[in-house]
C-alpha cells in the first residue's frame, strides 16, 4: 500500500474510498447506493441508510465495495442493472 494513502485517510464514514486515490464523500455514496438499489420510491431511505451505517462494523480505510455488500446483507437490498427489469426470486 503507498504510504500517502495510509496516511491520508479519512477516519470513520465521512468517506467511502472507490480505489486508493478515489473516494466518495458519504451523502455522494448514499445517493450512488439509492440510485443503484432502486430504493428511491422508499420513504425517508436515506436515514434508514444512515442509522444502518452506525452500526457498521468495518475500520477504514472503508472500501465501496466492501459497505456495499455489507448494507445489501444487513438490510435486505440488492443492486439493480439499469437495462434489465427486476426479477422475482423464484
Not at 480505489?19 to 420510491?41: A, G, M, P, W
Not at 434508514?48 to 452500526?55: D, I
Request: hydrophobic share 35%; charged share 25%; net charge negative.
Amino acid at each position: 500500500m503507498r504510504d500517502d494513502f495510509s496516511m491520508n485517510q479519512v477516519s470513520g464514514l465521512e468517506c467511502v474510498y472507490l480505489s486508493k486515490t478515489e473516494h466518495y464523500q458519504l451523502d455522494c455514496f448514499i445517493r450512488q447506493y439509492v440510485k443503484t438499489r432502486n430504493l428511491r420510491s422508499i420513504p425517508d431511505i436515506s436515514d434508514v441508510l444512515r442509522s444502518a451505517l452506525e452500526g457498521y462494523p468495518g475500520k477504514p480505510p472503508i472500501m465501496v465495495n466492501e459497505l456495499n455488500a455489507w448494507i445489501d446483507k444487513t438490510l435486505g437490498y440488492r443492486a439493480s442493472h439499469p437495462d434489465f427489469p427486476q426479477l422475482e426470486d423464484v
